[in-house]
């Protein structure tokens, strides 16, 4: 019993994988194993015999059976150390770089220009991108002869045949804003209009869509004296440097009188500098609010006057951060949005100010 015991000990002991530790299952305890059968053997002892044997037999198996499950779990182990030598994954390696997006010129500047307004306690209006030609035109004193209608190069929405209604137009400008503010809101008011607008032009210095900001401002007594020191006041925040407006005398249906701004600048070869010299830039249309525009907006402009303007949003982009190609603009070329864009923590906020 006891060199049963230690050879198969033995064997268990120097097993090199499970198959191996399965053949000597088999010897030893498996149905035609060695002690299996000298435990058949226990019928023809003797009682004597049998109860010393018996015992002894059954305590054999089982510490060879014990045996084989702690070499087996042994085994296992080590096969799973030997596994993980070769599949470990270095969770330490440093992540790979994630592309960053950056944020459009065009809606930074949108951004200043809203922070700025803001501060002076201009609120932000909305309109559609596809207008009635009333908001676009008539209810901004511009007639349907006007020859102003026709310089807009307008896209018009297409109509079924038979369908004579007015036209819905892509809107030329953001002025429709200031009627649906007023008819929304009535008067006094105070806000700006930023969004895009669409025109069927297309060259160095136009692109069919661009966007416009829009102010509007009505009370009992404000005046061409105001309008002044608002934009001003925003072109200087705007370039961070004290910026100097000229107002010339001009014409626009939907104001009286109308100004067009131009604001100081340099022209070193080929790049204008705002804010010093003695040249100007031509940057919005303006003026007071024409009585007619006011009633179309259901505002009584013997009680009400105002001032109103319009600007080139990606005009004053360019300007300020020094990009030469409007076009360029709407390309989606991730390399220029790249070099132009801008961190989206840098981008200022109406609580957060410019
Ligand atoms: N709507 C004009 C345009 O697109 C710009 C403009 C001029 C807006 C004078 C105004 C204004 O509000 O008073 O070209």
Same mark, same amino acid.
């Given at each position: 019993?006891?060199?049963?015991?230690?050879?198969?000990?033995?064997?268990? #002991?120097?097993?090199?994988?499970?198959?191996?530790?399965?053949? /000597?299952?088999?010897?030893?305890?498996?149905?035609?194993? +060695?002690?299996?059968?000298? &435990? =058949?053997?226990?019928?023809?002892?003797?009682?004597?015999?049998?109860?010393?044997?018996?015992?002894?037999?059954? #305590?054999?198996?089982?510490?060879i059976?014990?045996?084989?499950?702690?070499?087996?779990?042994?085994?296992?182990?080590?096969?799973?150390?030997?596994?993980?030598?070769?599949? *470990?994954?270095?969770?330490?390696?440093?992540?790979?770089?994630?592309r960053?997006?950056?944020?459009?010129?065009?809606?930074?500047? *949108?951004?200043?220009?809203?922070?700025?307004?803001?501060?002076?306690?201009?609120?932000?209006? +909305?309109?559609?991108? /596809?207008?009635?030609?009333?908001?676009?035109?008539?209810?901004?004193?511009?007639?349907? $002869? $006007?020859?102003?209608?026709?310089?807009?190069?307008?896209?018009?929405?297409?109509?079924?045949?038979?369908?004579?209604?007015?036209? $819905?137009?892509? =809107?030329? %400008?953001?002025? !429709?804003?200031?009627i649906?503010?007023? +008819?929304?809101?009535?008067?006094?008011?105070?806000?700006?209009? !930023?969004?895009?607008?669409?025109?069927?032009?297309?060259?160095?210095?136009h692109?069919?869509?661009? %966007?416009?900001?829009?102010?509007?401002?009505?009370?009992?007594?404000?005046?061409?004296?105001?309008?002044? *020191?608002?934009?001003?006041?925003?072109?200087?925040?705007?370039?961070?440097?004290?910026?100097?407006?000229?107002?010339?005398?001009? %014409?626009?249906?939907?104001?009286?009188?109308?100004? +067009?701004?131009? /604001?100081?600048?340099?022209w070193?070869?080929?790049?204008?500098?705002?804010?010093?010299?003695?040249?100007w830039?031509?940057?919005? @249309?303006?003026?007071?609010?024409?009585?007619?525009?006011?009633? #179309?907006?259901? /505002?009584?402009?013997?009680?009400w006057?105002?001032?109103?303007? @319009?600007?080139?949003?990606? =005009?004053?982009? &360019?300007?300020?951060?020094?990009?030469?190609?409007?076009?360029?603009?709407?390309?989606?070329?991730?390399? *220029?949005?790249? $070099?132009?864009?801008?961190?989206?923590?840098s981008?200022?906020?109406?609580?957060?100010?410019?």
């Amino acid at each position: 019993m006891d060199d049963l015991r230690q050879k198969y000990l033995d064997a268990i #002991a120097g097993a090199g994988d499970e198959a191996a530790l399965e053949d /000597i299952r088999l010897q030893a305890v498996g149905k035609k194993g +060695e002690v299996s059968l000298k &435990m =058949r053997e226990l019928g023809k002892m003797t009682p004597e015999e049998r109860q010393t044997a018996g015992p002894a037999l059954n #305590a054999l198996k089982d510490e060879i059976n014990s045996a084989l499950a702690a070499k087996k779990t042994a085994l296992a182990d080590a096969a799973l150390d030997e596994r993980l030598k070769s599949e *470990w994954l270095d969770v330490t390696l440093p992540a790979r770089d994630r592309r960053q997006g950056t944020i459009h010129p065009v809606s930074q500047v *949108w951004e200043e220009v809203t922070a700025i307004f803001a501060d002076m306690g201009f609120a932000v209006a +909305e309109g559609p991108q /596809i207008e009635t030609d009333w908001y676009n035109f008539d209810a901004l004193n511009i007639p349907g $002869h $006007h020859p102003a209608r026709a310089e807009m190069d307008t896209f018009y929405m297409a109509r079924a045949e038979g369908d004579d209604r007015p036209p $819905h137009v892509l =809107r030329t %400008h953001t002025s !429709p804003v200031q009627i649906r503010h007023m +008819e929304a809101n009535g008067a006094p008011c105070r806000i700006i209009a !930023p969004g895009r607008v669409y025109r069927a032009d297309y060259d160095q210095t136009h692109t069919p869509m661009f %966007h416009q900001v829009e102010g509007l401002a009505i009370d009992k007594d404000l005046s061409m004296a105001q309008l002044k *020191w608002v934009l001003e006041e925003f072109f200087s925040a705007y370039f961070g440097t004290s910026v100097k407006t000229r107002f010339r005398a001009s %014409h626009f249906p939907f104001t009286e009188p109308s100004a +067009e701004v131009d /604001i100081q600048c340099s022209w070193e070869n080929g790049s204008v500098k705002v804010g010093e010299g003695d040249d100007w830039l031509e940057v919005l @249309g303006s003026g007071m609010v024409h009585p007619k525009v006011l009633r #179309a907006g259901g /505002i009584d402009p013997d009680e009400w006057q105002g001032f109103a303007f @319009g600007m080139g949003i990606d =005009r004053i982009a &360019m300007l300020k951060y020094g990009i030469p190609d409007l076009r360029a603009f709407f390309d989606s070329d991730l390399r *220029w949005l790249r $070099h132009y864009g801008f961190s989206a923590l840098s981008v200022p906020t109406l609580h957060g100010g410019l």
